[in-house]
């Protein structure tokens, strides 16, 4: 019985899924980016808002991330 066994088909190899991994960090990374720069009292504007890493890194970030997600989905093996 144990001969007749086979293995799960997966949809994925795992290198894309090792890629996938890292595109889904690089994803969180960049969100963590954007977090921040509030002030505590309403009523006082801070101008940490607009500053270069959440209007232009941090976004750049999660884009990439999103581009290695998409390439890990559609990785063909060598197969």
Same mark, same amino acid.
């Given at each position: 019985?144990? !001969?007749?066994?086979?293995?799960?088909?997966?949809?994925?190899? /795992?290198?894309?899924? /090792? +890629?996938?991994?890292?595109? =889904? %960090?690089?994803? %969180?990374? #960049?969100? +963590?980016?954007?977090? #921040? #720069?509030?002030?505590?009292?309403? /009523?006082?504007?801070?101008?940490?808002?607009? !500053?270069?890493?959440?209007?232009?890194? %941090?976004?750049?970030?999660?884009?990439?991330?999103?581009?290695?997600? =998409?390439?890990? =989905?559609?990785?063909? !093996?060598?197969?």
């Amino acid at each position: 019985m144990k !001969n007749n066994e086979q293995k799960p088909d997966f949809l994925f190899e /795992k290198v894309n899924y /090792k +890629i996938l991994l890292i595109g =889904i %960090a690089v994803i %969180a990374l #960049g969100f +963590i980016l954007m977090s #921040g #720069g509030g002030s505590d009292d309403p /009523k006082v504007w801070n101008d940490e808002v607009f !500053n270069f890493r959440r209007i232009r890194l %941090a976004p750049t970030v999660v884009l990439i991330g999103f581009g290695i997600t =998409i390439y890990s =989905i559609f990785k063909k !093996n060598k197969q």
